[in-house]
């Protein structure tokens, strides 16, 4: 089931992936502050200077500069997602930004091995896309440090 699901999502934001970010910013235009309730789950990381913060389902990274802003050079932000198209835009915009403190990984968010040490897990308009994302933020809970934190966005 997961495979055929997998698939569906793959070919859906395979389509979406190069106008993603124009689109996703149409909703404002409905009155929908999508930009606002991104700056408020980032927020709630609480990020400092050198954190590392994971993203579940990044697809182009349009949060990426959010976390820049707190964690500075020395963070890391380690973005997940299952769709290649839409890694192809996030590595596009790493590279328009000259980051060297992002890494990308092409998984199945369920298929992840956290590692440990991980100040901050975020996932942001994705995880309703997941029947098993209680196991997921599970498995990143427990390899959040002391007073890590996780927002979750829907
Ligand atoms: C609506 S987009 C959200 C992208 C980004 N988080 C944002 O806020 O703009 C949903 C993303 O979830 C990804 N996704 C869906 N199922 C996934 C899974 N099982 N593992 C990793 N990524 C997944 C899709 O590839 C897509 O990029």
Redesign the pocket.
């Known amino acids: 089931m997961?495979a055929s699901l997998?698939q569906e999502?793959?070919e859906i934001?395979r389509k979406?992936?190069q106008n993603?970010d124009i689109t996703?910013n149409l909703y404002y235009l409905l009155g929908y502050r999508e930009w606002a309730y991104?700056q408020k789950a980032v927020d709630a990381l609480h990020l400092q200077p050198g954190d590392t913060v994971i993203?579940?389902?990044?697809?182009?990274?349009?949060?990426f500069s959010l976390y820049q802003e707190a964690i500075g050079l020395q963070g890391k932000i380690i973005g997940?997602?299952?769709?290649d198209a839409?890694l192809t835009q996030a590595r596009q915009r790493i590279q328009g930004n000259g980051w060297e403190n992002v890494e990308l990984v092409h998984?199945?968010?369920?298929n992840?091995a956290f590692p440990t040490g991980v100040n901050a897990i975020i996932?942001?308009?994705?995880l309703s896309?997941?029947p098993e994302s209680d196991q997921?933020l599970e498995k990143g809970v427990n390899a959040l440090t002391s007073g890590g934190r996780l927002a979750l966005?829907e």
């Open positions: 997961n997998n999502i793959i934001y979406r992936a993603y996703a991104r993203e579940i389902a990044c697809g182009t990274g349009l949060n997940l997602d299952l769709t839409m998984t199945d968010a369920r992840y996932s942001t308009y994705a896309l997941i997921i966005l």
